[in-house]
């Protein structure tokens, strides 16, 4: 019996002790409650030479270093305090020996909507009273953009941009610093590229800068994947293939204010099934992760030039002229690129007016003799690759284009095919080539565009290619072979023309290992033609590639296809179209 008030006493003693250190601890954190706040802040900036104060404004800072999950952190009211007192004598912190102190409130984390809006005041306040501070205000506001709901930090930008005009250069700088690596996860670079976007509406000064960018990144994504896909085997591949067919319910943050909550593994599930793609090896793994990045930033890409081009302001001339800026510096210069160009197909055939300047662009860089012929080449196979797939190219469009070609052939026939036995080899007409394949390629496609209403042919093609296949040139020999065969195909179906004699004459002379005799003339089996084998190789490599080629990126692929033209290939054997 008398166990029992002893262990009630025991308990109670328990109890009351609790509750004392608890006490003691409450205590200890309302030394920075919201009363006294505005006191100790007060004691720390009016005493700046007492050591006593700067011991304060020590601890303070240090506090200002714990994360939010430290238990000795300082809770979001008493930031939210701290940063509006501090707004208010900014011209007294704004001293060397408070360097520290303003660091320290720059690096705090405010994920906390409130504590965020007076986060930024304060930075307008301190950028307004102090510009020497931009740059790192600048740094902690663009390394958020890989985040979701960052309006708030927007409108700051703004601010800077109106009181520190010259800021935009420290901006720039900033945006490429900060810009994710193609390792990151999926939605930080879809974030960042949302926010690039929306920085080049609000600043016009910085909107060709937030478009390269992009483009450069997307560029690094393409070329990467390329290598991955060309390393890969065909079962990573068709692994990859089976994991992308899932995401048809994918929505890779269409707009920036996208949920970021959720947990990091959880985001990354929906890029591609790893269990399975672990099974294959990291091949299959890395043509998943990067195909699903690129498509994601991709589908945003497209989704915001669509709203561009249905609003009646300037956006759609700016967003061209910077699209048009960077095919020219940066897409047409790379090697081989097979995703990023499908930004220019999809923009320009929002209005014909777009498309007639995309082609004289085109035009333009083929025929520039001061340009590498290399450049003039992949320039012409944009050309044609482009007049064949886009659907909403007009047959004026085809027919100025067919015509504007078979001029330059004829002419370059004219002034040089007596050049052809000299004996300096043929690799110096591989221009001539390669526009004259264009024409064939663009004649697969489009022949029943390039008929009259009487059923004779524009531009009198059916003379044309007699004479030029049946050139000094030989022209069948060197273009591209599947180009070469789907041609002789559909000519002489069409009662265009014959072209299987001088295939087979021409084959021949390779199975024979003949390069040609300079003292031979005749035109039909391309004797006296030769062609260094390296250069040879180089100019079919280049003669293969086909810029529209079909898209692999399953989602931006069909949000091209109402506008895009697949090849009807009614007989397989002849080519991989």
Known sequence: MSLQPSSKHSIDEHSESNSKRIRIDSSDKTSFSDKMIKSYIKSIIDSLDNKESLDKMD????????????PESLQTDQLIAIFSILSSEIGKIDTRKCHGLIQGLLNVETKDSDLSTTYCKFLCVLVSASPKWVV??????????VEGNVKLLHDTLKYIISVVPTSTNIIQKQLAKKFPNRNDKKKYLVHYVENLLYVSEYCPQLSLSCWSLIVENCIKLDVELQNEIEEADDEDLEVMEGTEDGDDNENDSDSASEDDDSDDDEDDADDFDESVALDEG???????DLSAKL?????????????????????????FNNLISMFRTHILPTHYTRVVQYLLFHVTQYQSELMDSFLVTLIDVAFQPKEMVSKRIKSMQYLASYM??????????????????????EKYIHEREEEINDGRGMDRFKM???????????????????KTDTNTWECNLDKFFQRVIMSKFNPLKFCNDNVVLIFARISQEQDICYCYSIIESNKCERRKGLT??????????????SWDLTSKQEFSDLAAYFPFDPLFLRRTAKFISPNYI???NHDESDSDY
């Open 59 to 70: 601890k303070l800072i240090y506090k200002l270093s714990l994360p939010l999950s430290h």
């Open 432 to 450: 001539f080539y390669s526009v004259f394949q264009s024409v064939l390629y663009i004649f697969c496609f489009r022949y029943s565009s390039l």
């Open 516 to 529: 040609g005799s300079t003292s031979s003339t005749n035109p039909t089996t391309g004797s006296g033609i």
């Open 282 to 288: 990291p091949e299959a793994i890395d043509v998943a």
């Open 388 to 409: 064949a797939r886009a659907k909403n190219v007009s047959k004026s469009q085809i027919v100025f284009i067919i015509s504007y070609l078979i001029s330059w052939i």
């Open 136 to 145: 790192e205000i600048v740094s902690k506001l663009v390394s958020r953009f």
């Open 566 to 568: 697949e090849w009807d």
């Open 295 to 319: 498509d994601s930033i991709m589908m945003i890409l497209m989704k915001t030039t669509d709203s561009y081009f249905v609003s009646s302001d300037d956006k759609p001339l700016i967003t």
